[in-house]
């Protein structure tokens, strides 16, 4: 399932993180379409985490991106994912708001670790 038009990721910040979720079932999958992201974009993927790490409480992935990757990138992964839930959020220095307020989701929200971040009011 895509994300919905009025949640759908929106291009207003410099740069972007988009962490990918998946499973021990999901290995080679995730493996995949990270090596497609290096080649066709030659974005920065992080490692594959496979343990819970910062907010994430599934294993995950982060692909580092910017304004000018956006609306090619955020499209394309929406259809590679093929499944799989994904957080794509704006990079602005202030994480709580990152994973809140500018936070979009493909496919289905999943729980993140807030009490790690200070909210800033």
Not at 105 to 121: A, C, Y
């Amino acid at each position: 399932m895509s994300a919905t038009p009025e949640f759908y990721p929106v291009n207003c910040h410099k740069a972007y993180h988009a962490h990918i979720y998946f499973d021990q079932q999901s290995v080679q999958q995730v493996t995949d379409i990270c090596m497609q992201i290096e080649d066709q974009f030659g974005l920065k993927v992080g490692r594959m985490h496979q343990k819970l790490v910062g907010p994430h409480r599934r294993w995950s992935v982060q692909v580092l991106f910017s304004h000018r990757d956006f609306d090619v990138f955020v499209p394309w992964l929406d259809s590679a994912r093929e499944g799989l839930d994904v957080l794509v959020h704006g990079v602005t220095g202030d994480e709580y708001k990152d994973h809140t307020d500018y936070a979009y989701w493909l496919g289905q929200p999943v729980d993140l670790d807030l009490s790690i971040f200070t909210e800033r009011l």
